[in-house]
Nanobody, 114 residues
Framework: QVQLVESGGGLVQPGGSLRLSCAAS????????MSWYRQAPGKERELVAT???????NYADSVKGRFTISRDNVKMMVYLQMNNLKPEDTAVYYC????????WGRGTQVTVSS
């Protein structure tokens, strides 16, 4: 069956880094655009970054220059490298695949706090 499983979240101090991973299975990963979203408590889910099948990338203004999205079609993985983390980056981060279907992972918690 289709699965997107996020990992790599945790507690980090402001200014620190984390690398999120999303493992995909059960669908043709290479034809799907992949994205990371996040949802903070009391807020709507928002787009963080997207990578196309051709590896074109787009980022939310709030993370440009700090976050990098990448993908490995052989391993069926998508990554989000997050640097210079800020308390406002605290959220549950979700992986999403989009093509003929839309698939979501269950999320991984990222907490930025001193």
């Amino acid at each position: 069956q289709v699965q997107l499983v996020e990992s790599g979240g945790g507690l980090v101090q402001p200014g620190g880094s984390l690398r999120l991973s999303c493992a995909a299975s059960g669908f043709t990963f290479s034809v799907y655009a992949m994205s990371w979203y996040r949802q903070a408590p009391g807020k709507e889910r928002e787009l963080v970054a997207t990578i196309s099948t051709g590896r074109n990338t787009n980022y939310a203004d709030s993370v440009k220059g700090r976050f990098t999205i990448s993908r490995d079609n052989v391993k069926m993985m998508v990554y989000l490298q997050m640097n210079n983390l800020k308390p406002e980056d605290t959220a549950v981060y979700y992986c999403k695949g989009t093509w003929s279907q839309v698939y979501w992972g269950r999320g991984t918690q990222v907490t930025v706090s001193s």
